[in-house]
């Protein structure tokens, strides 16, 4: 690494730049973590800040460290113009060639904290493991939703999925769970999937929707309408490993007491069988909702896509899907669709 001798009117340049970019709780933790370097092992503490910043300077520069110290200070807050700046301009910058704006400053920005870079092997992963928890809902042969696996013999859906066997308009046996219903890469051959029936017409936790989700004249859904009911089926499939196969992960499942909230601006991944189609990801972002109980995003869905399974950009689980807005056939505009957050439904179940 080349070496860097400043002059006084460089180092006023950077002392300034550090003294912005960093609090000295955040100097300490960048000099530690990327150069290995303890602050109280460079300067008196106490001190003043700007003392403090001026010190950890002249430190590098008596012990030939300088360029270490700016490429630390430039990798650590990479959003940073003047960093970026100063170290182009003294020739430094281990940043990719870029467009830069008329003062220096590169002109890619983070547009979205919430929105973060994802590895793309742990994204592949993650989805994968992700189609495993998936179902169809089927009423009598007729995929009527989706659901997903939040224990080794537990599926949820939308209450009103599943609605007609609540209230006992028809049998347990009438239901079905496709695990594994999903279309062959590049093929137009479809996986028969693996058939799951259901254990009881009873569910284990339920809660109905709101009359708001369907007339909004109607009250808006309370924390006890959540549209969701948690059923029993006949075997552990969350303990089989996806496929039959005889290697591999087991198919798992969600761990609802993991869930945390999402916010507007958040991407929304929402895993479905559309109009009880293979399974299929539709992608979106979270928007607005002046209603607490319900996840409004812009994420396409149709009928059979109650139930679905909402991640956020990181491929978390964070909501159930259940509908549309229900201003919808009074305007004839589709704005916005809504789920159930899964951490009101985590939070219900302790209250049972």
């Not at 109905?208 to 969701?228: F, H, N, Q, R, W």
């Amino acid at each position: 690494m080349a070496r860097l001798n400043l002059n006084g009117a460089q180092r006023l340049k950077l002392r300034q730049a550090l003294e912005t970019a960093f609090t000295q709780q955040d100097l300490e933790l960048m000099l530690v973590e990327l150069l290995d370097r303890r602050l109280a092992n460079l300067v008196g503490l106490p001190n003043r800040y700007d003392l403090i910043v001026a010190g950890v300077i002249d430190a590098a520069e008596r012990q030939g460290w300088t360029t270490g110290l700016i490429l630390g200070a430039v990798a650590s807050r990479t959003n940073d113009p003047d960093l970026a700046r100063l170290a182009r301009e003294w020739g430094l910058s281990s940043a990719p060639a870029g467009l830069a704006a008329s003062d220096g400053a590169p002109l890619e920005r983070i547009i979205s904290q919430a929105n973060c870079f994802q590895d793309v092997d742990t994204f592949i992963a993650k989805l994968t493991g992700l189609e495993a928890l998936m179902c169809r809902v089927e009423i009598r042969g007729q995929g009527v939703g989706t659901g997903f696996l939040v224990g080794p013999d537990r599926m949820l859906t939308n209450y009103h999925v599943v609605e007609p066997l609540l209230k006992g308009e028809i049998a347990a046996g009438d239901v079905v769970c496709r695990f594994d219903y999903r279309a062959f890469a590049g093929q137009l051959d479809v996986r028969k999937g693996r058939e799951v029936s259901l254990a009881s017409s009873h569910a284990i936790s339920s809660s109905p929707y709101a009359a708001g989700d369907i007339d909004p004249d109607k009250p808006a859904a309370t924390d006890s309408e959540l549209d969701y009911a948690i059923m029993t089926l006949t075997e552990p499939v969350g303990r089989e490993r996806p496929g039959g196969v005889s290697f591999g992960a087991a198919r798992g499942h969600v761990d609802l007491n993991a869930a945390r909230p999402v916010a507007p601006g958040e991407y929304l991944y929402v895993l479905q069988h559309p109009t009880a189609q293979p399974l299929k990801l539709a992608v979106g972002q979270v928007v607005d909702s002046p209603v607490a109980t319900r996840v409004r995003h812009t994420a396409n869905t149709e009928p059979g896509s109650s139930g679905s399974i909402c991640c956020n950009g990181a491929l978390d689980p964070v909501a159930l899907h259940h509908a549309g807005n229900p201003e919808f056939t009074r305007e004839g505009v589709a704005r916005y669709n809504q789920a159930i957050p899964l951490e009101l439904i985590a939070r219900h179940l302790r209250t049972k």
